[in-house]
């Protein structure tokens, strides 16, 4: 799986948007981008995944640069709810097995 | 539907005792993984079942085993417990075509 650089720390008002970048500038044709998060003590969260297409769900937006070498999570309205470490993986859709490598993530945190 | 189940919540060890971890995945889905979350360390693969074969392995030493069972219900083992391997002990379960993992909550065991 290619490696992920974000930044470890960015902090956020509420309400306002959170962007939380990541570099994957060795990913591969068939690696996915995806986004997890962890609120303190609990499990991670699955959030979105893309492969080349910016996509939108009912919790965030995903927006891949052309060359996919880096990617950007919105989160459109931050709460302080969404206080929490980002994860973003790159990974290969359908490989045998699910395995996920997790770095060191972004400690995002939505102040008042 | 309900969320992956993994118990005990908490748990207190002594050194070179043993422990079994339980988790049960989300109706349906076949695969579970397991994972260890150390501050150090921070979050790392140890294996994955699919079918009730392991799949994938992470680097860890052959203390940690696992097993799935026919309803995929899953558990793994630690033998011979060390101080460092008080973590938390994390559980995802996916269909095993898609690779969006849910996490349960986790297992917090102490080794004292």
Not at chain 1, 22 to 42: A, D, K, L
Not at chain 1, 76 to 85: E, F, G, I, Q
Not at chain 2, 75 to 89: I, K, Q, R
Request: glycine share 8%.
């Amino acid at each position: 799986d290619a490696k992920t650089t974000q930044p470890p720390s960015m902090d956020c008002a509420e309400g306002r948007a959170a962007n939380l970048p990541c570099n994957h500038s060795t990913i591969s044709g068939n690696e996915y981008v995806y986004w997890y998060r962890q609120i303190h003590s609990q499990g991670p969260q699955y959030i979105i995944h893309g492969l080349k297409n910016n996509e939108t769900n009912e919790m965030a937006s995903l927006i891949i640069t052309e060359d996919r070498k880096s990617s950007t999570l919105i989160l459109p309205h931050a709460t302080l709810r969404d206080t929490a470490v980002y994860y973003c993986i790159v990974r290969v859709w359908e490989t045998s097995g699910s395995r996920l490598t997790f770095g060191e993530g972004t400690q995002l945190t939505v102040n008042p | 539907k309900a969320g992956v189940t993994q118990t005990p919540r908490y748990l207190i060890k002594t050194r070179g005792q043993q422990v079994t971890l339980s988790c049960s995945p989300i109706s349906g889905h076949r695969s579970v993984s397991w994972y260890q979350q150390t501050p150090g360390q921070g979050l790392q693969f140890l294996f994955e079942y699919f079918s009730e074969t392991q799949r994938n392995k992470g680097n860890f030493p052959g203390r940690f085993s696992g097993r799935q069972f026919s309803n995929s219900r899953s558990e793994m083992n630690v033998s011979t417990l060390e101080l460092g391997d008080s973590a938390l002990y994390l559980c995802a379960s996916s269909s095993g075509v898609s690779t969006e993992a849910f996490f349960g909550q986790g297992t917090r065991l102490t080794v004292v």
